[in-house]
């Protein structure tokens, strides 16, 4: 199993004892995700503590967006430090926190860094079905995980191509059915990968801060809604994770 979503930076609890229990609870890996420059910096430094078992992501949120102008310092990380994706990134029109048009840019041009540096991209997308389509569209040669994924079937098959990955968090534990559930049914197993997004999206019953080993819920509920037994789906869900960020 592999989180393929965390931000252990954020974490209260000692980076030893969170590796120690994802690891007792048979998690594999772990994707550590900055959502600025700053914390990227903190996510390779951890990761560099673990090699082999967290890798790092740089990349500028759609919440951090507003006066961004790091390209520059950006594109020196990414050619001089061993970051395994541009994420996350994306368009976030819930919380708008910079002006759609900021946030549309600073996308685009972090999803051209993903193409120039051949990285998958780890792709934030709040109530921005519309204009995401769009961007995805003109990026469809670059390889991309739309991150807690929410949205509806619909959204998600107009979307999907062999370079296009949807991942869920500890949010589809609460669901019976409804959107989310019919999605899980409908796309593709080998484009579905799991993840925390912790210290946030705790699975229904974590109190508490989420972490990496909380991700073995995550992998539950998948095999239960597509009904295939939990080894044979996690060494799937395992495959296209490390194919993903070519670990
Ligand atoms: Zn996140």
Redesign the pocket.
Known sequence: MIDT???LFYLKKQLKDVVAKAKKEGVTHIIN?G?NIDSARKALKQAQEYPGYISATIGV?PCDVAGFSGFKTLKKELSTSNYVSVG?IGLDYYHMSAPKEEQIECFKKQLDLAREFNLPA?I?SRESDDDMKLILNEYQDVKKVL??FSSSVDFALSVLNKNTYFSFTGMITFAKKGKVINAIKQIPIDHIMI?T?CP??NPIGIKGDNEPANVSLVLDKIAAVKQIEKNKIGMIIEKTSRNFFAL
């Open positions: 979503h965390a931000h995700v959502v949120h996350e780890i934030h991150h807690c993840e997004d946030y999206m």
